[in-house]
């Protein structure tokens, strides 16, 4: 299968106009493992960047 490039910028705004809306948080059920515990830096990931004089 080949997808043409558009040609003009009437066609890229028509393509776009294509692609389909993603699902909206209140569009989907409420599961308890949607609900994922807040992430915490722990000892051993703050050891791995400890030494560093900066986060790169």
Known sequence: MHIAEPQTLAE???????????????????HPLHCAEPWQVDDAC???????????
């Open 46 to 56: 703050y050891a791995q960047v400890g030494e560093l004089d900066e986060y790169v």
């Open 12 to 30: 890229l705004i028509a393509d776009c106009a294509a692609i389909p809306v993603p699902p909206q948080p209140g569009d989907q059920a409420f």
